[in-house]
């Protein structure tokens, strides 16, 4: 499943710094109409029976494995000064 | 558990007969395998833990999926041949010795394998630095 949302916190010594909430959900939508293209050329390859058709599928399930399994990450730097989390999920 | 021991009470009580408690037996397992497998094929992660006192009590925690290996692994070995080499060559003179070549999927299942009974834990007291480096 891809990922929904990704966290970005960045503090400074003060207690000031960003929050920010990305909707990742609203992102793949988008995605996927930008992507259409590349349906159609897979379509294409798929009629002509071009030999190029297996590494263009492996490519786009390589990528979107990619995508689904940065569900999860976490990234947390924290020192004196500053404070830097990344969390998807 | 508790659903099986009731099953044995009715049977014990005469309330049902052998066969009946086997087939009853039988219904809650298959019932309770599913958990088991999502336990197993629970999402691990790889983790690392940096604890510095020195400097500026500089604190890194990194969360990983071991997943994401995987998935990283897979992309790695849809690089063409050509760009391969060109990496290869980019990451020997930065003093790493890894043939991507050796990725392929048997590997990254055996790495996977190993990494989740990995742990590696390095306490420095002249930097008072701790590195924690496991899976869970």
Redesign the interface.
């Known amino acids: 499943m891809l990922p929904m949302k990704a966290r970005v916190l960045v503090k400074d010594p003060n207690g000031k710094g960003v929050n920010l909430w990305l909707p990742l959900f609203l992102l793949w939508p988008v995605l996927f109409i930008l992507c259409l293209p590349l349906l159609l050329v897979i379509g294409l390859l798929r009629i002509c029976r071009s030999n190029k058709l297996p590494?263009i599928l492996?490519?786009v399930s390589?990528?979107l494995?990619?995508l689904?399994?940065?569900?999860?990450?976490?990234?947390?730097?924290?020192?004196?000064?500053t404070k830097l989390k990344i969390t998807i999920n | 558990m508790e659903h099986k021991t009731k099953i044995l009470a009715m049977l014990a009580e005469g309330k049902i007969d052998v066969s009946e408690a086997e087939k009853l037996l039988n219904a809650v397992d298959s019932k309770e395998s599913p958990k088991r497998e999502f336990s197993e094929t629970a999402q691990r992660f790889f983790n690392i833990l940096i604890d510095s006192k020195k400097d500026e009590g500089t604190r890194v925690k990194i969360k990983v999926p071991l997943r994401l290996i995987k998935a990283g692994m897979k992309f790695a070995s849809l690089i063409p041949e050509e760009s391969r080499k060109k990496i290869q060559i980019a990451m020997r003179d930065k003093g790493i010795n890894f043939d991507l070549n050796e990725l392929d999927s048997l590997n990254v299942d055996e790495l996977l394998d190993a990494l989740q009974t990995l742990e590696v834990a390095v306490n420095d007291s002249e930097t008072s630095e701790t590195i924690r480096i496991f899976c869970a």
């Not at chain 1, 689904?68 to 000064?81: F, K, P």
Request: proline share 0%.
């Open positions: 590494k492996s490519l390589a990528v494995g990619l689904a399994a940065l569900r999860g990450l976490m990234v947390d730097i924290e020192d004196n000064d």
